[in-house]
Structures are given as C-alpha cells and as structure tokens.
C-alpha cells in the first residue's frame, strides 16, 4: 500500500469518530509530545509540572479512554516510551478527576542490563487499584 492510501485511510478513520474522540486525541497527542520532548531536556519534576500544564486544555475524559487515546497516539512519536506515556496519562487522567500515580519499577538479573517499566496506578473508589500499562 502506498503511503498516500495509508494516510487516507487513516484521515477518514480519524474523521469517522465522534468530536470529543477526536478532540481527546489531539490533546492526548500534545500532551504526549509535551511529555517527550521534556524528558529529553528537563529535570523530572520540571517534566511532570509542563506535563500537567499541557493537560489542563484537554477535555475531561473516563479512564478506558484516556488510555486509548495515549497509546494510540504515541505510535505517532518517536521513542514515546512507557515513561513517556505513563507521564502522559497521569496528567490527563488528574485532569478528569482521578486520582493515580506513576510507578517505575526497575531490575537485574546476574550480569544482564538492567531493565525499567513505568505504569499508572490508578485507585478507584469502586474497585481494587488497577495498574494500566502503557507503552514498551
């Protein structure tokens, strides 16, 4: 398939779906792009305050959604990790009212590199805390 059709057919998927899913993915979008460019050249803390600067113009969104929207669109940005992504959806979920955390949890095994995954926690109020990961 060429890249024309490719781009077209994703256009029309994209113009396919309802106004707030398509305002959800813009947003999710700058906020993950946000989230990159900002772990390339910033402190952490200094990540999750612009982070969370970009998120504050994103629509209010359920929490299923949110993380569609983030996973989706980080295919879309290069080495979006899954600290990138997690940063990402903890903002935008803050931004709907819940309440969660980024985890990072790191391991080595014998003379192996080590190895790091990021997640988001996420405690509701009708159910156990569930753990949503995202990325690699």
């Given amino acids: 398939m060429t890249f024309g059709r490719v781009l077209l057919r994703r256009l029309k998927r994209f113009a396919a779906l309802s106004a707030a899913e398509r305002a959800l993915l813009r947003s999710a979008l700058l906020v993950v792009?946000?989230?990159r460019v900002a772990l390339w050249i910033?402190?952490?803390?200094?990540v999750r305050r612009a982070v969370a600067r970009?998120?504050?113009?994103?629509?209010?969104?359920p929490v299923d959604e949110t993380v569609w929207a983030v996973k989706?669109?980080?295919?879309?940005v290069p080495r979006a990790t899954c600290l990138t992504q997690a940063l990402a959806v903890q903002a935008l979920l803050s931004r709907s009212?819940?309440?969660?955390?980024?985890?990072?949890g790191v391991a080595k095994e014998g003379a192996q590199a080590f190895e790091a995954h990021a997640w988001v926690m996420i405690a509701r109020p009708?159910?156990?805390t569930r753990?949503?990961?995202?990325?690699?």
């Fill in 126 to 128: 009708w159910t156990t």
């Fill in 54 to 61: 970009a998120a504050s113009v994103a629509p209010e969104a």
């Fill in 131 to 136: 753990d949503y990961t995202v990325g690699n």
């Fill in 33 to 35: 792009v946000m989230a």
């Fill in 72 to 76: 989706l669109t980080s295919d879309y």
């Fill in 42 to 46: 910033l402190p952490l803390g200094v």
């Fill in 97 to 104: 009212g819940y309440a969660s955390r980024v985890e990072i």
